[in-house]
């Protein structure tokens, strides 16, 4: 089974936002949201040797994703091959998994109502396609593939030269997007665009978001059962009273 990771490197990032488009246009992201974005870190240094690179951000697809287990309803999974998935009919909208995501990748779509991120364009992988941003970069900054597969180009880049994971000593949970250049540009990027601790749900939403919405799901599932058995139970009288007319 593929275990599938995702490279940036920073040495070709041009910032051109050419990712975030692709994105945006594949899977009609809404305005104002994004699945994978640029930014600009600040100039650091002094003249005249200054520094300056771009983070490009996006869901991670960690080893071990602090979005599933604040997941309420098993909406978020991780699937064989690592990539963390949204079952949108699972999905409630309470947006605890985008509280819980150190890397701040997920957003609630307000057109459905529910929470969207990168999926490493799952669909077009089985379509033999690559990730629509790997595809469209114009730096050829961004490379996709197989991380158990020594043949592979995350694998060399990975293994052989030390492309590295945005992790700090607090929030360590093995992302497979990793960053590719000098130490320096690494390190301007993981001090300025730290993941942050995974954020617990307050006690007084936990009613508003989760359980209040699956009680009254339960209790709406309930009546439409008591209905239904009434309903039948309707018409088999009424059916009885027509062969007793028969007669």
């Not at 991780?78 to 990539?83: F, N, P, R, T, V």
């Not at 060399?156 to 992302?175: D, F």
């Not at 307050?202 to 058995?229: H, I, N, R």
Request: proline share 5%; aromatic share 8%; with cysteine.
């Amino acid at each position: 089974m593929a275990r599938y990771a995702m490279v940036i490197d920073l040495k070709k990032c041009v910032g051109c936002q050419a990712c975030t488009v692709a994105c945006n246009s594949e899977w009609e992201v809404p305005i104002g949201h994004a699945r994978t974005h640029v930014r600009a870190t600040s100039v650091a240094g002094n003249f005249p040797n200054l520094l300056s690179t771009f983070y490009v951000a996006q869901c991670n697809h960690c080893d071990h994703p602090a979005c599933i287990a604040l997941c309420p309803t098993g909406a978020t999974y991780q699937a064989e091959d690592g990539i963390v998935k949204v079952d949108r009919g699972l999905c409630i909208g309470c947006g605890y998994c985008v509280e819980a995501c150190p890397y701040e990748a997920r957003y609630i779509n307000p057109v459905i109502k529910k929470v969207d991120k990168c999926d490493f364009c799952s669909a077009r992988l089985e379509r033999g396609q690559e990730p629509a941003c790997v595809e469209t970069c114009t730096g050829h900054a961004k490379f996709f593939g197989d991380l158990e597969d020594s043949r592979s180009d995350v694998f060399k880049m990975v293994y052989e030269q030390g492309a590295g994971r945005l992790e700090t000593s607090e929030v360590a949970i093995g992302p497979n997007v990793y960053y590719l250049g000098k130490k320096e540009h690494v390190n301007l990027v993981l001090t300025e665009f730290p993941p942050h601790r995974p954020r617990m749900p307050e006690a007084g939403t936990v009613w508003e978001k989760v359980v209040k919405p699956l009680v009254l799901a339960a209790v709406g599932v309930t009546f439409l059962g008591q209905a239904a058995a009434f309903f039948r139970q309707l018409m088999k009288g009424e059916s009885l009273f027509e062969d007793e007319g028969e007669k």
